[in-house]
C-alpha cells in the first residue's frame, strides 16, 4: 500500500512551458485535492475531485487544469507556467465527505519557474 | 482579511514545556476543525480532528474549540525534540469538499 505517490519530486521549468503533475493513490477514495504551499500563505485548495468524472474548483484554481478519468488517478496540468507558479504541489486524498476521515497527504513536488 | 489566521511563530520551547498553538477563523460555516502537523520536506499529516465546540484529547495532545469566539487551540503536554514541526490549523464547512489552511505555527522542542 502505497498511499499517495506523486511525481516528479522536483521540477524546473521555464515560462510559458506545460507540464503535468502526476498523483496517485492506492487506497479507493473517492475525495481528491490539490494544494499549493507558498512562505506566508499556507496550503491553499486548487482544485479537487469527489469522484471520477466530477472536479471543482478550490481557491485559486487560475491557470490550473485537472481531470479525473479514474479513481486513483488526479493529474494537475499547468497550460503555460509563470513564476507566479513557483511553489510546493501537494496532492491529497480521502473518502468521500474528506471531513470526516483522515485526508492523506503525498510528498509534494517541488516547481520553480524562472 | 483571510478566513483562517495563524501566528506563525517561530515558537521555541524546552523539553517537557505545555505548548499551546492557536488559530482565528472569520467564516461561520466552518464546523469541523483539524490540526496537521508537517515535518520539513514532507506532506502534512493529520493530528487531531473534532467538530464540536469542547476539548478532545489525544495523548499529549488536546484540540479545543470555540465556536462562539471563533477559535481554536491546540496544546501539546511534555513536549518532546520530535514534536519539532509545523503545526497547521484547518477548517471545512458541513459539505467538506472545500478546506482552509492557516499559515502554519513553526515548533522548536529544544532537549
Known amino acids: 500500500n502505497a498511499g499517495v505517490t506523486q511525481t516528479p519530486k522536483f521540477q524546473v521549468l521555464k515560462t510559458g512551458q506545460s507540464m503535468t503533475l502526476q498523483c496517485a493513490q492506492d487506497m479507493n477514495h473517492e475525495y481528491m485535492s490539490w494544494y499549493r504551499q507558498d512562505p506566508g500563505m499556507g496550503l491553499r485548495l486548487i482544485h479537487y475531485?469527489?469522484?471520477?468524472?466530477?472536479?471543482d474548483q478550490g481557491e485559486v484554481p487560475n491557470g490550473y487544469n485537472v481531470s479525473r478519468s479514474t479513481t486513483e488517478d488526479f493529474p494537475l496540468r499547468l497550460l503555460s507556467a509563470a513564476p507566479s507558479q513557483t511553489s510546493v504541489y501537494f496532492c491529497?486524498?480521502?473518502?468521500?465527505?474528506?471531513?470526516?476521515?483522515?485526508?492523506?497527504f503525498g510528498p509534494g513536488t517541488r516547481l520553480t519557474v524562472l | 482579511q483571510k478566513e483562517v489566521e495563524q501566528d506563525p511563530g517561530p515558537l521555541s520551547v524546552p523539553e517537557g514545556a505545555i505548548v499551546s498553538l492557536n488559530c482565528t477563523y472569520s467564516n461561520s460555516a466552518f464546523q469541523y476543525f483539524m490540526w496537521y502537523r508537517q515535518y520539513s520536506r514532507k506532506g502534512p499529516e493529520l493530528l487531531m480532528y473534532?467538530?464540536?465546540?469542547g476539548n478532545k484529547e489525544d495523548g499529549r495532545f488536546t484540540a479545543q474549540v470555540d465556536k462562539s469566539s471563533k477559535y481554536i487551540s491546540l496544546f501539546i503536554r511534555d513536549s518532546q525534540p520530535s514534536d519539532s514541526a509545523t503545526y497547521l490549523c484547518a477548517m471545512s464547512d458541513w459539505a467538506g469538499n472545500q478546506f482552509y489552511f492557516g499559515t502554519g505555527t513553526s515548533l522548536t522542542v529544544i532537549p
Open positions: 473534532t467538530y464540536s465546540s
Open positions: 475531485s469527489v469522484g471520477a468524472g466530477i472536479t
Open positions: 491529497a486524498s480521502t473518502t468521500a465527505g474528506g471531513n470526516t476521515d483522515t485526508q492523506y
